[in-house]
């Protein structure tokens, strides 16, 4: 067994990995059964194929909070905040450029563009960020 933070092979019955100090089983970074670099989030390793359970799966402080986005989006939607913050910057970009550079006229359009995606994301239809992880509840 290998520690999912660091990849040091470890006892499967230790509690921490006495090389980094993680709790045995979190972590993202690495596969438990051979080691190999995983991509955050995966649901299998590439190398050898083995499912990564949900328990595995530790996103840490990098996780954004959907009621945090939701809100930012219904509330200061029209200058693209809660995209800012889930780090879609293109949409965010564009939202903040249609609002100024219409001298204020575009914010009914990104204003309703930001309420229906704050809505979206609050209701669940929108649930990673930019990243790809996903929003915490």
């Keep these: 067994m290998y520690c999912r933070n660091c990849g040091n092979?470890?006892?499967?019955?230790a509690a921490v990995c006495v090389k980094c100090g993680?709790?045995?089983g979190t972590g993202e970074r690495f596969c438990p059964n051979c080691g190999a670099e995983t991509v955050?989030?995966?649901?299998?390793c590439t190398r050898c194929g083995i499912a990564l359970p949900p328990q595995y799966a530790y996103y840490g402080p990098e996780q954004k909070s959907k009621l945090a986005a939701?809100?930012?989006?219904?509330?200061?939607g029209s200058l693209g905040i809660h995209n800012f913050y889930l780090g879609?910057?293109?949409?965010?970009?564009?939202q903040l450029l249609i609002t100024v550079l219409t001298l204020g006229?575009?914010?009914?359009?990104?204003?309703?563009?930001?309420?229906?995606?704050?809505?979206?994301?609050l209701t669940g239809?929108?649930?990673?960020d930019g990243k790809g992880v996903p929003l915490r509840d």
């Design 88 to 94: 879609y910057t293109g949409k965010a970009v564009a």
């Design 70 to 76: 939701g809100l930012l989006g219904i509330f200061l």
């Design 105 to 121: 006229f575009g914010t009914v359009i990104t204003g309703i563009w930001g309420l229906v995606e704050g809505i979206l994301i």
């Design 22 to 24: 993680y709790q045995n």
């Design 125 to 128: 239809s929108i649930a990673v």
């Design 9 to 13: 092979q470890i006892d499967p019955n």
């Design 40 to 44: 955050p989030g995966a649901y299998a």
